[in-house]
Each structure stands twice: as structure tokens, then as C-alpha cells.
């Protein structure tokens, strides 16, 4: 058979390219939860209604006894972690991680995240696949991504979602992680939560942190570490339709937050065949710096002040990382953080 002219043959640059937009788009997916949790969830209710009691019933009562894992670290797979795709996510846009300052691996660290963007790509690429340069970077330490407890109720994701290295976000997760002896270990937790992500529109950069003080006393309480982490290009990701504070839309995002635990931000960004419209992300380079360590004296019964300095402390040194670095990531000058 003749081979195909070669004014057919596709363009190798261009296949290239739509695999990448596909398999980013299955990330995408995997990191929003949102999709896959109801299917998950469909496919429980399906074996319930039809009565395939010999698959559903062994599960539920496994995951009866097993309902606690999401707060007492997780069960990751390093498999799951070494997955190709999360290359292809990685390279996408691309996710950077910077170090900024050598931290001791016999002590363990609470990572502030920075800012929550609408889905936390650059917390997810960084810290639940093997294809960033933590391992590099931070040699003898393991980070725990801490996502709200809402997504480890859901039968089914929860095992897809713990396989990549989230736990839980509660007060009992974070404290098992911090309480484990000989140091290496850091709780990533993106401070601001859903509600900042109402306020995450490109070149914003607003983050609620001045109520999110229960990570310092956890600190307090463990002797952990402080570090502020700024993640540059996070709210560039996607658009959002606008929601002011006072309008009907934010009023009702705020409502449903409140009712359901997570937020429901209406975004937006390009599509797989083109550049318009669409729930794929915008190829927007993430540079994640991780910041100076805050020492912390183990405090076990902390005061309202010790607590209150603390995040003081904490917040100074988050405005000086921005400061210091939004130049490098093409920042104006005048553009500075807004604390609420």
C-alpha cells in the first residue's frame, strides 16, 4: 500500500499539542473533583438500585472501617503519582516550584499556600504528582495537600483522590501529620479556602487570611514551622463571571458556600480545538515560591496574644515574599496584596 501523501499526513506539532490539550483537560477533572464525584457517586446508587449486593455491600462495609484514612495520612500510590499525564499537566502551563530557603528536615513545616485560584493548580501539581521538583528541591521531606473534608465522604473518589497524597484539611489531619516524631513533614494548606475563590479573577490579588488564624495555634500547639507559599499565576488560569461583593451572583455563591461547604465559582477559559471558550485552562506559566521558615517554640496551651503575633509575623512575611518576587512574574510595581 502506498504510504499517505504527505500533504495528508497530519502535523506532528499539532497532534501534539491536541493530546496535551486532552489529557490536560482529564486533569483538570481530576483536580476539580467536582465531575468525577458524582460519577462515582452514580455508580454506588446503580449497584444499589439494581442490586449487585455483592459488590456494593463488601465496599461499604470496608469503607466503614476505613473512614477515618483521609485524617490519619492519607494511602497514597506512587503509581498513581508517576503517572504520565501529570507530566503533560505539568508541562502545560508550565507549574515551577521555587525554593527560596534550605529548611531542616528535622522539624516539621506548615506550607501557607497562596492564593486559592479557582481549582489550586499549582498546590496540586507541586505536591500530589512526582513530576515537580519537591523531591529535588526538599530532599527527605513528604508534603500532605490538605483539601476539605467534603471530598472524602464521596464512596469511590475518596480512593481516587487519596492516591495522588490529599488527606483532609480538618484540625485532626493536620495535627496527625505535625505529630509525627523525627520531622520531614509539611501540611500544605491553602489558607484562603473557598471563599477566596469567589475572588479569583486575573490580576487580583486579594486573599482572606486575617480570620484564618486556627493554622497558628496548630503550629503553637506542635512546634511546626511557618512558611509562607505565593504561587504566581494562579488566578490567571481562568475568568470568572463577574460577582462583586453586593451582587446577586455572589450573594447566592456565598449562600450555597455556606449550605454545601465549597464554593461554585462560574469560570472560564479556552476550549481543546480552540482559544474562545471552554473549561481548559489557560497556558499560563505558575511559578510556586516557597518562602522563608517562621521559627516556632512549641506552645502547648497558647495565648489569644502569642496566637495574634504569630500571624502577625506570618502575614508580614507573606507581603515581603510577594514584594520581594512579583517583579520577576511580571507584576507591576504598584500592584500590592490585599488582606481580608
Known sequence: MDSMPKDLKPDPSLLSTLRTNILVSFSVLKVSGMRKAQVCLGIIVF???????????????????????????????EWVRNWAIWRYFKDYFPIHLIKTWDLDPSHNYIFGFHPHGVLVVGAFGNFCTNYSAFKE???????????????????????????SGPVSVSKKSVCHVLSKEGGGNISVIVLGGAEESLDAHPGKFTLFIRQRKG????????GAYLVPVFSFGENELF??????????????????????????????????????????????????????PIPVRQTLNPTSE?????????????????????????IPENETLIFR
Not at 493554622?215 to 506542635?222: G, N, S
Not at 462583586?244 to 476550549?271: C, D, T, Y
Open 137 to 163: 528541591l526538599f530532599p527527605g521531606f513528604t508534603s500532605y495537600l490538605h483539601v476539605l473534608p467534603y471530598w472524602f465522604r464521596c464512596p469511590l473518589f475518596r480512593e481516587y483522590l487519596m492516591s
Open 306 to 330: 502569642q496566637i495574634e503575633e504569630l500571624h502577625q509575623t506570618y502575614m508580614e512575611e507573606l507581603r515581603k515574599l510577594f514584594e520581594e518576587h512579583k517583579g520577576k512574574y511580571g
Open 215 to 222: 493554622f497558628v495555634k496548630i503550629a503553637l500547639t506542635h
Open 239 to 292: 475568568k470568572q463571571v463577574s460577582n462583586p461583593e453586593g451582587s446577586w451572583l455572589r450573594n447566592v455563591q456565598e449562600k450555597l458556600q455556606k449550605i454545601m461547604g465549597f464554593a461554585l465559582p462560574l469560570f472560564h477559559a479556552r476550549g481543546i480545538f480552540q482559544y474562545n471558550f471552554g473549561l481548559i485552562p489557560y497556558r499560563k506559566p505558575i511559578h510556586t515560591v516557597v518562602g522563608r
Open 47 to 77: 449497584l444499589i438500585i439494581y442490586n449487585y449486593w455483592f459488590l456494593y455491600l463488601p465496599y461499604l462495609t470496608w469503607l466503614y472501617f476505613d473512614w477515618q484514612t483521609p485524617e490519619q495520612g492519607g494511602r497514597r500510590s
